[in-house]
């Protein structure tokens, strides 16, 4: 009996008994830090390179694990594998070539799922990273009753995903049900959204702010994960102050119109797991694109 301790004794300082000691020790969880960006016009279809410099330098900076991108205008695949690479993510996806794509990049391999284009504004990139399904949108930014036909078909390919894992996020140009106390005071940007309504096109629901697309998607379920975490009145996601001299006269006149527009949902599964959430709607984010970026964390439970 002793001579079995002593030799136990001797592996262990050997290093090879304590690396059978430790093989039984639990792992702990992983952090799994997702983000979503509208980045404007592609950072003026690449000829800003100032802002884009800026802008990847600060995404390095941040360390998402995976990253959901809207208004990729001008990119390919190959231009957002150079830029993905700087920020550590070796794989990436893009929805299309023209227009306004969506696009998603990530340090782990991306299965690409689909490429939706019909019936869609500007379309939805579905990949798998992580063992996560994503639904990378971009909603209409002008008609509310195009979005919720848009919610419709989007919604239908999430429900058929199959995976209990799932994360639709992106720009959805739509309101939600949560901020309804908020927006229902928000007199400046109902006139804003007023003026803007033709007899084609309207961003209201008979001349009221319209919570109908964001429902639809929690009601698959999903859950608003920065509902959780963020203060109503923190939690806008657009206008920046780039758009003054553009869009807008003064800082006051961005501000008046703060609205959130931009959401990460997950499946209630998900939620479960999610540990934080912020809004970079302060400090250098404000000068690289017109919406403000968003991330989620979660805390996944190691393999067996």
């Given at each position: 009996m002793k001579q079995r301790l002593w030799i136990f004794l001797i592996l262990?300082?050997?290093?090879?008994?304590a690396g059978l000691s430790s093989a039984k020790l639990p792992v702990p969880p992983a952090t799994l830090k997702i983000m979503t960006y509208n980045?404007?016009?592609?950072?003026?279809?690449?000829?800003?390179?100032?802002?884009?410099?800026?802008?990847i330098r600060w995404i390095k900076e941040k360390n998402p694990d995976v990253l959901a991108l809207q208004e990729l205008c001008g990119y390919n695949e190959e231009k957002l594998k150079a830029d993905a690479a700087k920020w550590g993510h070796n794989y990436?996806?893009?929805?299309?070539?023209?227009?306004?794509?969506?696009?998603?990049?990530?340090?782990?391999?991306?299965?690409?799922k689909e490429r939706a284009t019909e019936g869609l504004w500007h379309g939805m990139l579905h990949g798998t990273t992580y063992g996560i399904d994503f639904f990378v949108v971009h909603l209409s930014p002008a008609d509310a009753d195009f979005r919720l036909r848009e919610a419709e078909i989007i919604a239908e390919k999430v429900k058929g995903c199959k995976n209990e894992q799932y994360i639709i996020l992106g720009d959805f140009n739509a309101h939600s049900p949560f901020d309804?106390?908020?927006?229902?005071?928000?007199?400046?940007?109902?006139?804003?959204?007023a003026k803007g309504t033709s007899d084609k096109h309207s961003n209201l629901r008979l001349g009221e702010f319209d919570y109908s697309v964001v429902s639809r998607f929690l009601a698959l379920p999903t859950v608003d994960v920065s509902h959780k975490f963020i203060e109503i009145s923190q939690r806008f996601t657009f206008p920046?102050?780039?758009?003054?001299?553009?869009?807008?006269?003064?800082?006051?006149?961005?501000?008046?119109?703060?609205?959130?527009?931009?959401?990460?949902?997950t499946s209630p599964r998900l939620a479960k797991s999610c540990t934080?959430?912020?809004?970079?709607?302060?400090?250098?984010?404000?000068?690289f694109s017109d919406h403000?970026?968003?991330?989620?964390?979660?805390?996944?439970?190691?393999?067996?």
């Open positions: 262990l300082g050997t290093g090879i008994g980045v404007w016009n592609g950072f003026d279809w690449g000829k800003d390179t100032v802002r884009r410099e800026n802008w990436v996806k893009i929805l299309k070539t023209e227009g306004y794509p969506t696009g998603l990049t990530s340090r782990e391999p991306i299965m690409l309804g106390e908020l927006m229902e005071h928000h007199e400046s940007l109902l006139k804003k959204y920046t102050p780039v758009l003054i001299g553009s869009y807008a006269k003064t800082m006051g006149e961005v501000t008046q119109n703060r609205e959130r527009i931009d959401y990460i949902l934080n959430v912020t809004i970079y709607n302060q400090g250098e984010a404000e000068t403000y970026p968003l991330m989620a964390e979660f805390t996944l439970a190691p393999e067996k």
